[in-house]
């Protein structure tokens, strides 16, 4: 491909897709097309063109949607209108898994072949296609509890998340048929007296603006806005709230960080849940779009920020639908906007559509997301708290997490203190899949054990021959963790981690050295490359399984080896994390089984 301007000229369809993206031309643009790169660059001036740099992924990911690809003509015209070298634009496009910048066709399937969907039907339909490449392999989708889970990208038309029973619903798909009904219940739990965050989900409609207000929605924040932004946080420190997404930093002392700092400040959703088993978030943005936006509307106004942004995951087009509809109503009823509810304080909330990048769930990685740029974790310190986002104090919170603070600012941090154990406080929510009866999102107070969770769930189909714990970035565990109590500390001391709130059960008729050399692909595949020890070390662990599954004995030197080279080494937590559930599959003795 030339990365020169002016090279190729866009297509009236590429160029319309652009600018409804990043917004119409002004008048400094009038003749662009005449205009020299550097007269459009005067034109424009150096800190109007950073500026934009920010619209960047939005633009190719409009284009990616209305073509089904992104030509030399159309990344010509976005670097144009936003001043990016075409190299830098052409290293951000070619960074995100569902970004094409080859010709390809306009439908395209991705179906899952990650740990919950190879044995559920993905590798038998990839082998059903695997003469067309209109059908590609998948990372996992976020769609476990319905395995096998296929994305379908349609270029001019709206993109589409399917649980196939049949081949012939993958081809019906590429083909332009959109399935008549929606896809099950995510809500499987059949006792809901104990709900706190999953209370709305299935039963209040979530495209209703009115539906949620009956249902108590706005309270919270019409409250925290009379307590006040240092009372809310208070609560918040008191309820020992921690974050849900894997790293169990207290929320409260996060908030707190950064409302001390200078403005301005940001607040970021983080709804790009990739991690393999984990789908919990998506649950709560389809069921429950406006609980999200309170949550965040109270969050921003505590910590003083006026603008938040929610990246969620590419693949979920159904979550980011419902977002988009509940912030319009939002605006249009004075919830969000430059007066919230007549408060006079300013707080507005953006959507950023992630397009398949796994590492874009680390905090960092996402800032340069956001900013434009490739999604590449920084190094710490500074702290996001002190300088995240454009440089400013931001906090990051996921999905679970905010839709705990309306219970907290309503209720008392104190009380919700009393649920759970003093170190693990409230509930927790949990996906189930693999070989259990009934998967799902399960919702329970911390200290619940996991078989008392899995008996929720119908049991295991089988004898439970393993348990991943925490995704793949977690551990496997034996029955013989069938007492673990659900808690912070308690994983702690077993050696494990409940991560994103992943468990996925196995029984004996799973090959588990191909599981395990899927979760070794999948961080080989997932990892930016910025640093060595993870560029590197995820690739040569993925080939020892490689060679064990051909008949060669495991290295459990080298093994070791590695696994210390990038806990040590590498520059974020996928790095640190790669080795952690191969590991446990060898200590557990899964890999000799089979």
Known sequence: MDLKFHDVEPTPAERTAVDDAVGAPDSTWEGAEERSADDLRIARGGHAARAQRHLLLPALAAVQSEIGWISPGALDYICRRLQVPPADAYGVATFYALLSVEERPGCVAHVCDDIACRDSGGTAILEAF?????????????????????????????????????????????????????????????????????????????????????????????????????????????????????????????????????????????????????????????????????????????????????????????????LRSAIDQCEAAGWLGNDVNGTGRRFSVEIRRGQGAYICGEETALFNSIEGYRGEPRQKPPFPTQSGLFG?????????????????????????AEIGTKDSTGTRLFCLSGSVAVPGVYEVPFGTTLRALLDMAGGAISDIKAILLGGAAGSFVGPDA?????????????????????????????????????????????????????????????????????????????????????????????????????????????????
């Not at 679970?400 to 219970?407: A, D, K, V, W, Y």
């Not at 080298?558 to 590498?570: E, G, K, P, W």
């Open 482 to 594: 069938l007492d673990l109590a659900l808690t912070f500390e308690d994983t702690r001391s077993a050696g494990v981690s409940l991560g994103s709130g992943v468990v996925m059960v196995f029984n004996e008729t799973t090959s588990f050295v191909g599981t395990t050399r899927r979760i070794a692909e999948f961080f080989r595949d997932e990892s930016c490359g910025q640093c060595v020890p993870c560029r590197v070390g995820t690739v040569r662990q993925e080939e020892l399984l490689a060679r064990h599954l051909n008949g060669a004995d495991l290295d459990r030197s080298l093994l070791d080896d590695i696994a210390a080279v990038m806990a040590d080494a590498s520059i974020c937590g996928l790095g640190h994390t790669a080795a952690t559930a191969v590991r446990s599959a060898v200590d557990l003795g899964l890999l000799e089984a089979t």
């Open 130 to 322: 695997a003469d067309r490449d209109d059908v590609v392999p998948s990372p996992c989708l976020g769609q476990c509890d319905r395995a096998p889970a296929a994305f379908i990208q349609r270029a001019g038309s709206p993109d589409l998340t399917l649980a196939p029973t049949a081949v012939s619903e993958i081809t019906a798909a590429l083909e332009g048929a959109v399935p008549e009904a929606e896809l099950p219940n995510p809500t499987p739990q059949s006792d809901r007296s104990g709900m706190r965050v999953l209370e709305r989900v299935g039963v209040v409609d979530p495209s209703s603006l009115e539906a949620f207000q009956a249902s108590g929605g706005f309270s919270a924040l019409e409250k925290s806005v009379e307590m006040g932004a240092a009372a809310v946080i208070a609560e918040v420190k008191a309820s020992n709230l921690r974050g849900r997404g894997g790293a169990a930093f207290p929320t409260g002392v996060k908030w707190e960080g950064a409302a001390r700092e200078d403005g301005p400040r940001y607040l970021i959703c983080n709804a790009d849940e990739s991690e393999p088993g984990t789908f919990k978030d998506r649950v709560l943005m389809e069921g429950d779009p406006f609980g999200l936006i309170e949550s965040m509307v109270i969050a921003g106004l505590a910590i003083g920020a006026e603008h938040g942004y929610i990246y969620v995951r590419g693949e979920y087009p159904v979550a980011t639908s419902r």
């Open 392 to 416: 400013k104090p931001t906090v990051v919170n996921n999905v679970e997490t905010l839709l705990n603070i309306p219970g907290i600012v309503l209720g008392g941090g104190e009380a919700f």
